[in-house]
């Protein structure tokens, strides 16, 4: 039996070729997103996931063409960067309630139709920032820190019903993230010129980072996994970033990032 798989922010970057190598591997894949832009032989449906009204619509109409769901991969997102104390909280909360309210709108209309048929898969993309927070991007890196509880919390919560749930933490993408990302530089003057210092390293490692194509494997082969490890890290480097998160000292390993992020 074919298995049918939704995922959210579909329409580009790393989504669209999670989408596309689902297909390839037998999937029936629909992508929620608000630009219609799907990869070959994906579906599209229309749906804002910060809309909840929008987001029910759209899984109700998946069940009632498939009558199941089987993988879900919460993808959807965006980065703002800035200074903490000039960002504006309209700013912070769509942060927020893009990359972790939209999913979690996306998980719940999706968890009862899992646990009513006892199997579910749901991967959710958080970042190597979720766990290593950069300066200048803190309301980005608080989104993707909070994923990871989410998910762990979920985890638990679920296990019993035959589903199980995952956060990948990708690097730097070379994808269409980059030239989304809402940047402000307001008070750079007074952060010494450090706000775009940090912004132009983020950027630079972001265009020269792994191709949209193969994160669209990596996230693909697992979501096609029955169950794998809560936390898993994309790419060898940002392994052992993680690695290193967890065996330093917490106050080196966040002086390290305000070397590289910071300076």
């Not at 032989?41 to 199941?68: C, K, P, W, Y």
């Not at 996230?219 to 060898?236: T, W």
Request: include cysteine; charged fraction near 25%; hydrophobic fraction near 45%.
């Amino acid at each position: 039996m074919n298995q049918v798989a939704i995922v959210t922010g579909g329409s580009g970057g790393i989504g669209r070729c999670t989408a596309q190598e689902l297909r390839k591997s037998g999937c029936t894949v629909y992508e929620f997103s608000r630009r219609e832009k799907p990869a070959r032989g994906v579906v599209h449906l229309t749906a804002d996931i910060t809309d909840e009204e929008q987001v029910r619509a759209a899984v109700a109409e998946v069940i009632r063409r498939e009558g199941r769901i089987d993988i879900l991969v919460n993808n959807a997102g965006f980065g703002i960067s800035g200074a903490a104390e000039s960002t504006a909280s309209k700013d912070s909360h769509a942060q927020l309630e893009l990359n972790l309210f939209g999913m979690d709108n996306v998980t719940r209309a999706v968890l009862p139709h899992m646990r009513e048929q006892r199997s579910g898969r749901i991967v959710c993309m958080s970042s190597i920032a979720g766990i290593l927070p950069i300066p200048f991007q803190l309301w980005y890196s608080v989104s993707k820190s909070a994923i990871l509880s989410y998910v762990l919390a979920l985890q638990n919560e679920i296990r019993p019903y035959g589903i199980s749930v995952c956060a990948i933490m990708p690097g730097d993408i070379a994808s269409g993230f980059t030239d989304a990302r809402v940047k402000s530089d307001a008070l750079d003057g007074e952060y010494a010129g450090r706000i775009a210092r940090s912004v132009a390293v983020m950027e630079h490692d972001e265009r020269t980072g792994m191709k949209p194509e193969d994160a669209g494997r990596f996230v693909a082969k697992i979501a096609l996994r029955r169950r794998s490890r809560p936390m898993i890290a994309m790419g060898f480097a940002y392994k052992a970033a993680a690695m290193a998160a967890k065996l330093l000292p917490r106050r080196f390993s966040n002086w390290l990032v305000g070397l590289i992020y910071a300076r």
